[in-house]
């Protein structure tokens, strides 16, 4: 496959954006860039540094002080993040930061300072990316625009089988108040709110298997080559 594009995968919360892009990554050997890891990341240097992010000034001057990359580990055959050249892969997914970087994502300096770091990693093409603005803002060109979507409750279902392995005394309720507050937060926020692109292609995984959805989008990507 010579030719190479560039596929961005949005939707909401726990629908398994990031599952399906590392293995469209892997299946076409493209870079994946886990752009909800990058606000994760910064949201843990808030958190750690007392930003207040609420205070422009205060925001701008930290992230002067975030430097972020991805690394690839052979062992899970996955990338992960590094904040400062720190491996925070497992602190982004605690609970603490999954309640707060809605709002620091939805701060326009941040997205700002995300966006021109993802345009700079998807320059060469080659690249699948995930989150909730990627074929809106960060790369409104791209060949291949997937939104994905699926039931509120299966998403919470996902979500919760995902945290309960890390934190047993975790509620249902909990997490379904922490999806209903980023869904709200991310499709109502100012600055790149979540929407589907007119030229995305929808995805419903309500109902289908892992690899089902990936037949789906190996095929959106065999009609664009």
């Known amino acids: 496959m010579s030719k190479k594009i ?19 990554a892997r299946s076409l050997g493209y870079v994946y860039i886990d752009s909800g890891a990058m606000y994760r990341a910064i949201t843990v240097y808030f958190l750690r540094n007392h930003v207040d992010w609420t205070d422009g000034a205060d925001v701008e001057k930290a992230l002067q002080n975030v430097h972020l990359h991805f690394e690839y580990n052979p062992k899970s055959a996955q990338s992960e993040i590094f904040l400062n050249d720190e491996n925070i892969e497992y602190v982004i997914r605690d609970l603490v930061v999954a309640e707060k970087v809605s709002e620091v994502a939805a701060i326009g300096s941040v997205r700002s300072f995300a966006v021109a770091q993802q345009q700079k990693m998807g320059a060469r093409k080659g690249i699948v990316m995930d989150g909730r603005d990627i074929g809106t803002t960060v790369f409104p060109i791209a060949e291949l625009k997937i939104f ?42 100012e600055v790149s709110p979540l929407r589907m692109a007119d030229d995305a292609v929808l995805l419903d995984n309500t109902h289908i298997s892992m690899e089902e959805q990936l037949d789906f989008a190996l095929k959106q990507v065999a009609r664009v080559l």
Not at 15 to 24: F, Y
Not at 148 to 154: C, F, I, K, P, R
Not at 181 to 188: A, G, N, Q, T, V
């Open 148 to 189: 994905m979507t699926a039931d509120l409750d299966v998403r919470v279902g996902r979500r919760f089988k995902e945290m309960y392995e890390k934190n047993p005394n975790i509620t249902i309720e909990e997490v379904k108040a922490n999806l209903e507050l980023r869904d709200h937060i991310d499709s109502h926020r």
């Open 6 to 24: 560039i596929i961005t995968i949005d939707g909401w919360s726990s629908c398994g954006k990031s599952t399906l892009a590392r293995q469209l």
